[in-house]
């Protein structure tokens, strides 16, 4: 008898490990990119473009990450640039991203002085890193979750004319209630030239 | 009546063997702008720091895990980039400027990993290579970042880590493959050496 458990055991221990855990077969929806100007928040310069799109709603969340992330102190930020130009080419570089708390009278970046917008600079904040730290912070033995988020977030690239670039920047933000604007400051420097266009957009 | 019945039998699979061989002929014979090298004397930048990169990923409940991305790619890149630029060396530290046409520099932005409960389910690996190519003068004329994945069997307690191996290596290989794939096809580049070949 003892020996039938021990077989039915092995057995089943084998079976296991055949079969795929429910959450391997995952899918991941990507999210719906259009152009940068259909966004409700968007920046042009110089035949740049970009175009926002924040996820708060925490169903959507859950929908593209498998999980929510605002809670966790995120808001997950869809970015769309594109450069419209016909002979320039630019180099979006993410680790030039800053962020901040946009200014108490709300206004466009573009238009504060010399001397807000020095300051708005000193005030923002690195976000680079912010997807590993993101997906750091969610459970450990979520990897498809965290590995999803990886894949999602915006890269670095070298826009060419007519090219564009997308993906999510996870903007920290309080886990509750009602969140501040957030000032964005994304510079984008010419191939050609030295010259740093700097799309700042508020939302 | 029996030879035609063969015959039946035999059409779909001499076209199934075929065909293939038809068709990859015809379509290796056009030549896009990928195909030919670039005339640049480039100069592929691998520190010793970046062929040691490790990436630690888990804690101590889901169990940690070390991938050693820098020392695959110090493997991959070189040969992966010989195809692309009509002349390619490979050094541990960045020339001062001057010295080559093109530096390549890549960087390691993340890597991620699955992990699975069977040993026979497949775990995925992400790497994300981020390219920085500066000309001569030391400015930054392209980036790129190239996302490769493989996936490999979680393995046993005896193949996990040869399978943790493998997986390294192929992602590792396949983002170097799309490395080369992104330098051939870039207008920026090709702009430089056609300037460099007037």
Known sequence: ?203 | MLQTRYWFLTSPLLCILFLPSLVVPASGQTTSPGDTKLTIKAVLVLTPEFCATESKKGDFWSGKETFQTGKAACSELEPALRGVFSNLTRVEAPPSSGEAQLVLLPRFVDVGATKTLGAFSDREMVVLLEWTLKDKSGKTVWIETVQGSAKHHMGNAFTYKKNRKMVVEDSVKDAAEQSAGKMSASPELRKLADGNSN
């Not at chain 1, 640039?81 to 993410?94: A, E, P, R, V």
């Not at chain 1, 070298?158 to 993906?167: I, M, N, Q, R, Y």
Request: net charge negative; hydrophobic share 40%; glycine share 10%.
């Open chain 1, 1 to 203: 008898m003892p020996r039938t458990n021990l077989v039915g055991i092995v057995c089943t221990l084998i079976a296991l490990s055949l079969v795929q855990p429910a959450y391997a077969g995952e899918k991941f929806p990507e999210y719906p990119v259009h152009a940068a100007g259909d966004y409700a928040v968007t920046a042009e310069k110089e035949g740049l473009t970009i175009g926002l799109q924040p996820v708060e709603d925490l169903r959507e969340q859950k929908t593209y990450f498998h999980t929510e992330l605002t809670p966790k102190g995120f808001v997950p930020v869809f970015v769309v640039i594109q450069n419209g130009s016909s002979g320039h080419s630019f180099l979006f570089d993410k680790t030039g991203i800053t962020y901040g708390e946009s200014g108490s009278g709300g206004n466009a970046p573009d238009a504060h002085s010399k001397a807000g917008e020095a300051t708005a600079v000193a005030s923002l904040a690195a976000l680079s890193f912010v997807g590993a730290v993101v997906a750091a912070k969610l459970m450990a033995n979520a990897t498809e979750v965290q590995q999803d988020i990886l894949k999602k977030e915006v890269q670095s690239k070298t826009l060419s004319p007519g090219g564009s670039v997308h993906g999510f920047l996870y903007v920290p933000v309080q886990k509750k209630g009602p969140r501040e604007k957030i000032h964005l400051r994304v510079p984008i420097s010419r191939a050609d030239t030295d010259e740093t266009i700097v799309l700042d957009v508020v939302f």
